[in-house]
């Protein structure tokens, strides 16, 4: 949740493809990979489900051990 607070520049709630920052490469092919509907918003519950599959492969979740 926190992660999509601090990157949500619009406020909508979701995190679109140019609020995942500078590298626009490494960011696409994460947005395809979280932005599991297609809808090209990044809800609370796609970042959870992308965090927990993270957690399942030893990976620390977003944003570090801040949550």
């Known amino acids: 949740a926190r992660f999509i607070e601090r990157a949500d520049d619009n406020g909508d709630g979701l995190l679109e493809f140019s609020e995942m920052g500078p590298d626009e490469e490494r960011a696409a092919n994460r947005f395809e990979r979280i932005d599991t509907d ?3 918003g990044i809800s609370q ?3 959870e489900t ?3 599959a993270r957690q399942e ?3 620390r979740p ?3 051990d801040r949550g």
Request: proline share 0%; net charge negative.
């Open 38 to 40: 297609g809808s090209g």
């Open 45 to 47: 519950e796609e970042m």
């Open 62 to 64: 977003f944003g570090g």
């Open 50 to 52: 992308a965090r927990e």
């Open 57 to 59: 492969r030893g990976w």
